[in-house]
């Protein structure tokens, strides 16, 4: 790896090397310092994001010697992720969904080209072919004579996003109620371990994927591809939903006990006592969560 390169290519070569590297990103220079750790270290994974011209690393990383002129940097945020082989797409991508559902790009906010291309140190192609993953997946929209916008949902999106989630998931457990089996408990108990872990840490967007992973396994043992295919293209709304719901609550998750009913209740032998909390499990700060879209609205308007 080269030691000076851009954000986006010290990701591609750190998953081409298989390697795990760190990455120092100075916010006054649109150069990066790499440096590869032994196999022993236990700063096993990194985020490279230059979106605010940040250095994203494990929290063991921040206290070696290494780190200690990052005390001068504006901001230094904590998180990880497994280095594997991706395209560039998939990377921007995930750089984009991340910052958008933290905030960092807000409902409503622009989303230019030149500007993430410059940011990203990425070209226009790859970038395009993300933007458009990220429209496809509903947390993007082009918009006519205005150019491609963080989608910004209204209360009428959230009713309906309510109804529709309800609807299916109910319908999902039904389907696979009769399928479930010992491994279905055993992941869905995984899964809950995973989205705690996840509050625990406090951020934002690995609690909406841990959360989204959780409701899914239901539709996993659906058996019903048409369901399945269904709750793949509602997962961008969701998400949106959520980062949503997170904000008016003032969260970067839901409570760690959030889920303990629902959990209980889906490897049980109750079906209608488990659609009853999914209806309930679904409004729960629903109407903190419309009145805080509502009130945004207005504010916009203004």
Known sequence: VSPAVNGTMVCSQIAVAS???????????????VVPFTPRDPRRTV????????????????????FESLANYDRCLVGELSLKRETMCA????????????????????????TLSLRLGASRSPLREAMRQLIDEGLLVNVPFQGTRVVELSVRDINEIYAMRTCLEQFAFELCWLRRN?????ELGRRNERLQVAIDIGDD????????????????????????????????RLELYWAEHHRAHGLTGPKRES??????????????????EIRSHMRRGLEQTKAFVEARSASAAE
């Open 19 to 33: 390697e795990t590297w760190v990455a120092e990103i100075s916010p006054r220079e649109p150069r990066i310092s």
């Open 47 to 66: 985020i490279v994001d230059n979106l605010q011209s940040t250095i994203i690393v494990d929290r063991i990383s921040q206290r070696h010697p290494r």
């Open 91 to 114: 990377q921007i991508s995930a750089l984009l969904r991340r910052a958008i559902l933290r905030g960092e790009f807000p409902p409503g906010a622009p989303m230019l080209e030149t």
């Open 182 to 186: 010992a491994e279905f408990a055993n």
């Open 205 to 236: 967007a690995q609690t909406i994927e841990a959360e989204l992973n959780l409701h899914g396994l239901s539709y996993e043992w659906s058996d019903n591809r048409l369901l399945q295919s269904t709750w793949n293209g509602v997962r961008g």
């Open 259 to 276: 889920h303990d009913d629902y959990i209980r209740l889906a490897v049980g032998n109750d079906l209608e006592a488990m659609k009853a």
